[in-house]
Each structure stands twice: as structure tokens, then as C-alpha cells.
């Protein structure tokens, strides 16, 4: 029976590998991250999904004690038999196009940046890897990730939420620009990724994204077609394109091939029965 330790198990991710877990028989522990670290015995495969995102301007100090303290102190025990800390695809954010999208390679942050507070903070907690992990620490970068629209938070589930509550033929207002672009990644997909790379990871980091970035505009284009739903987008300023995120290393080296946004949407519109209100 394989053992498995995970913070923030009450998470978005971190219950949803919780479930996946249990369901393949490890044996988990899932200690509160409020408590004091005081581990009894081996943690085994330890999944570090602690972590603020929404909140991370408003909540600095929870920030870089979720980001760094904590993780400080679990790196401290050395009583894992590996370690897979959540990182962000969100760290190549306004970085140079030259710089790619790749797990290797420098980053540009202006520490006197307010938004730079989630990126130095989690880029620290990826250097304690480095540092403190004996190599058996890796981290996992992951992108916008999403389920359907039973999730809690995210741009994607509240819009599919207001397009379930809209007869065909309806507008949904979006706040939104159709060209800013996310790489979107199913749960489902994450949690299979993070069990590979804690069983056969080799490399310091991973990317876990689909390596696709879909509009707005695209987003609206599939839903029209799924739902009969159109979207009016408030804004019409031009983002800066998105830099496609380098999922390869994940790919190649540890054959994970996550589903695409359409192929997910068309999934979630069938158990939704859209296709049938939309042919009636």
C-alpha cells in the first residue's frame, strides 16, 4: 500500500487528489495546515497543495507562510519519501517573450510590484525544494485549472454557471476582453500528473498545463455551439499574447496527455443535457 501525506487537503486540488487517492488505495494523512508540524513517523509521497491565490494581495502574511513558512518547516522533517509542491504557471506572467514558457530559465520580477508578492513568494518555496529537498523535492506549475461548473471559484465555472441558467438564444454580459487567453487544465488531469511525478519525476519542476491557450473569443465560439449561449465581452482592450506553456518534459518523459478545454466542454454539455436543449 502506497502512503501519501497531503497538505491542504481541503482545497480545490487538494481534495480532489484526496479522493483519487483513497479510491486507488493509498493509505493518506491529512493534517491540518494550522496545526503545529510536529509529523509522527514517514509521510511517504508528500503532495504540498497549501497554498492563496485569489486572495493572496489582501492576506500577505497567510501568503508567504502558506508559500514558504510552512513549507520550510515540512522540508525541516526530511521524513517523505518524495514531495510534490504546487507551484503556478501564472509565474511566466509578464515575463519577455524571449523567456519562454519552459521549466528552465531565469524570471524578471519587480520585488516593489504589489502582484509580485504570489510570484516571489512561490518562487522561494520552489528554491526550498531546490535547497532543502535532497532531491527528492519537485515542484509542479500549474495552469488555470478547472472542472465544470460545480466549482466554487474561477472565471470558467461562474460563466458556465451563468450560461446553465440561460435558455438558448440568450447574451451573457462577461467583464472580460475575447482576447485574453488561459491554458486551461481539468482537475482530473492535474491529479493524475501529480502522481506521476511523484512516483517517477526526475526533473527539479514540471509544467502541468495542455500547452494551448484558448480565448475568450474561442471560449464563446464553443460555447454557442454547446449551449445556444452567446457572450458580449464589457471590454475591448488587446492583452498581450499569452506564452504558450512548454508542457513537453511532462508529456514525453512521463507519457501524460491531459485533455483539451473542447473535449471537456462537449463531456460537461452532454451530462448537462445541452445537447439536447439546444436540437429541440
Known sequence: MQQATIIGAAGFVGSALHRRLHALGWHCNVPARSATWRP??????????????????????????????????????????????????????????????????????????????????????????????????????????????????????????????????????VDSSPGYERDYVHVDDVVDALIKIALHGQHA??????????????????LARLAGVHLRFSRADQPAPALRVDNSRLTEALDWHPRSLEDALRTWAMARGLKKRTSE
Not at 517573450?97 to 528552465?104: D, V
Not at 473569443?217 to 464553443?222: D, F, K, N, P, S
Request: net charge negative; with cysteine.
Open 205 to 222: 519542476s514540471y509544467n502541468v498545463a495542455t500547452g494551448v491557450n484558448v480565448s475568450n473569443q474561442g471560449l464563446a465560439a464553443q
Open 40 to 173: 509522527q513517523g514517514e509521510l511517504g509521497h508528500l503532495f504540498y497543495c497549501a497554498g492563496l491565490t485569489a486572495d493572496y494581495a489582501r492576506r500577505p502574511v497567510d501568503t508567504v507562510e502558506a508559500h514558504v513558512g510552512l513549507l520550510s518547516r515540512v522540508l525541516e522533517s526530511g521524513r517523505f519519501e518524495s514531495l510534490v509542491y504546487l507551484s503556478s504557471t501564472r509565474l511566466y506572467d509578464g515575463q519577455p517573450q524571449a523567456r519562454g514558457a519552459a521549466e528552465t530559465g531565469a524570471f524578471l520580477l519587480d520585488p516593489g510590484h504589489a502582484r509580485n508578492l504570489y510570484d516571489l513568494s512561490k518562487l522561494l518555496g520552489e528554491n526550498l525544494c531546490g535547497t532543502m529537498g535532497n532531491g527528492r523535492a519537485r515542484v509542479a506549475r500549474l495552469a488555470c485549472v478547472y472542472q465544470d461548473d460545480t466549482d466554487l471559484d474561477g472565471f470558467l465555472p461562474g460563466l458556465l454557471r451563468q450560461v446553465l441558467a440561460c435558455p438558448p438564444g440568450s447574451t451573457v454580459q
